[in-house]
């Protein structure tokens, strides 16, 4: 099977920098990725990581060890608008073969003044 | 484009009738997935299609509940009948498998279900 796991609250200071932690455990890694949720509204896609190392994209970065089954989010300079959930997912193996696609439960954060 | 559309965005019903949740996902996209969203248990998927053929429904919790894709842009999950422990937020999601962004998803707007 597989399991995901992420702190379930963090709070940080507006223009600070905030790292998201994420540990996996899967069968046939294929892939991680980082969603973006706020309250009452859809996931909506930020990085996607299959090598190690780490990828940027603007003021979000994601880094990934498949040695450890580990992956961080890094946001930087950090505004109110950034207080959302933050979802880390895995693609690996079910137990009949196919490819799946598992979300951790979720990374509250709050951005504060 | 007009992203991912659900409908309905609410649905409030009472145990033991039927529910049905629709889907259009992007046009031009072959794979589309049903989660399910709960605090107690997070974002959960339920199946997913590829190319309209379903390809894994280990997700769907039991028989109570199907799904089906009969052409490339709607998509129904089904619950019948439905149950208190049903409440949740339905999303469903669509991307184009094979494509540069394979797995990059795109979520509709979810469909808020209250089973009474």
């Known amino acids: 099977g597989q399991n995901i796991d992420q702190p379930t609250e963090m709070t940080a200071t507006e223009g600070a920098i905030v790292q998201i932690n994420c540990t996996y455990q899967?069968?046939?890694?294929?892939?991680l990725f980082w969603y973006q949720q706020h309250a009452g509204e859809a996931p909506t896609f930020l990085s996607y990581?299959?090598?190690?190392g780490l990828e940027e994209k603007g003021r979000f970065s994601s880094f990934l060890s498949r040695s450890k089954g580990y992956s961080y989010l890094l946001l930087k300079e950090l505004q109110m608008k950034d207080s959302a959930s933050y979802l880390c997912?895995?693609?690996?193996?079910?137990?009949?073969?196919?490819?799946?696609?598992?979300f951790g439960i979720g990374t509250k954060l709050q951005v504060i003044p | 484009d007009a992203g991912v559309i659900q409908s309905p965005r609410h649905e409030v019903t009472e145990m033991g009738q039927e529910v049905t949740l629709r889907c259009k996902p992007i046009?031009?996209?072959?794979?589309l997935f049903w989660y399910r969203q709960t605090m107690m248990r997070g974002l959960e998927l339920l199946i997913y299609?590829?190319?309209?053929?379903?390809?894994?429904d280990s997700g769907m919790p039991e028989d109570r509940f199907s799904a089906k894709m009969p052409n490339a842009s709607f998509s129904t999950l089904k619950i019948q009948p439905s149950e208190p422990r049903d409440s949740a937020v339905y999303f469903c999601?669509?991307?184009?498998?094979?494509?540069?962004?394979?797995?990059?998803?795109?979520f509709g707007p979810g469909t808020r279900l209250t089973v009474t």
């Open positions: 990581n299959v090598l190690d």
């Open positions: 899967t069968s046939g890694f294929n892939g």
């Open positions: 046009s031009g996209h072959n794979s």
């Open positions: 997912a895995v693609i690996g193996m079910n137990s009949g073969g196919y490819q799946k696609v598992t």
């Open positions: 299609f590829n190319n309209n053929v379903p390809i894994d």
């Open positions: 999601a669509s991307s184009f498998l094979g494509g540069v962004n394979s797995y990059e998803q795109y």
